[in-house]
């Protein structure tokens, strides 16, 4: 009895091993596919060969003196962190709100509304981001189109390339069900008292 105890305990044990062992390679190998091209990336900026491909690397930090003397540099960080800041600002009491509603009240069809944020999070937001141009852009959008064909518009009013068509762009892809994907199961689990 003894020895098909210790027979069991040493199965289980190479079984537990067995997974543990899986699971680190698989992070392993993830890992260096998501990590590689970062590391390359960030060692050839220091490359000021002129082709980087061929020949005989010259290192040097004149990439990066280029990159950072460039005008625009300051604005477009600037215009990136107030395009976060916009879409943090907007998606988050809208995320929650929807949430709320999905996982506290008697709305039909919950779970499959909550199964469609999951899907256009899961979109491709180059998709999303080219649907959302056809039917915006100021010049041959539909939905812009379609309204210079009322007697009253002369001029369609929807830009996607403002930045609060940008704004728009993404709240429609992931923005907004992000949030809800994270808070809707949160908001199902909590307490009612609270």
Do not use: C, K
């Given at each position: 009895a003894s020895a098909a105890l210790v027979r069991g305990r040493l199965a289980a044990l190479l079984r537990h091993e067995t997974g543990t062992f899986i699971?680190?390679?698989?992070?392993?190998?993830?890992?260096?596919?998501?990590?590689?091209?970062i590391v390359l990336l960030l060692l050839m900026s220091f490359n000021t060969a002129q082709d980087v491909l061929v020949g005989p690397a010259k290192w040097g930090i004149g990439n990066w003196i280029t990159a950072?003397?460039?005008?625009?540099?300051?604005?477009?960080?600037?215009?990136?962190?107030?395009?976060?800041?916009?879409?943090?600002?907007?998606?988050?009491?809208?995320?929650?709100?929807?949430?709320?509603?999905?996982?506290?009240?008697?709305?039909?069809?919950?779970?499959?509304?909550?199964?469609?944020?999951?899907?256009?999070?899961?979109?491709?937001?180059?998709s999303t981001t080219i649907g959302w141009m056809m039917?915006?852009?100021?010049?041959?959008?539909?939905?812009?189109?379609?309204?210079?064909?009322?007697?009253?518009i002369d001029k369609g009013p929807f830009n996607?390339?403002?930045?609060?068509g940008i704004v728009w762009t993404k709240l429609m892809g992931d923005g907004i069900a992000f949030k809800v994907m994270l808070f809707t199961p949160a908001f199902r689990n909590m307490n009612q008292a609270l």
């Open positions: 699971m680190a390679v698989t992070i392993l190998v993830l890992g260096f596919y998501l990590l590689y091209p950072w003397d460039h005008p625009q540099l300051l604005r477009s960080i600037g215009n990136t962190f107030l395009l976060w800041f916009l879409v943090a600002t907007i998606s988050f009491p809208i995320g929650i709100v929807i949430s709320l509603i999905l996982a506290r009240t008697r709305v039909p069809f919950t779970y499959g509304l909550e199964y469609m944020f999951w899907i256009a999070y899961m979109f491709p937001n180059l039917m915006l852009d100021p010049d041959v959008g539909f939905i812009n189109r379609a309204l210079e064909a009322l007697p009253f996607i390339f403002s930045v609060s």
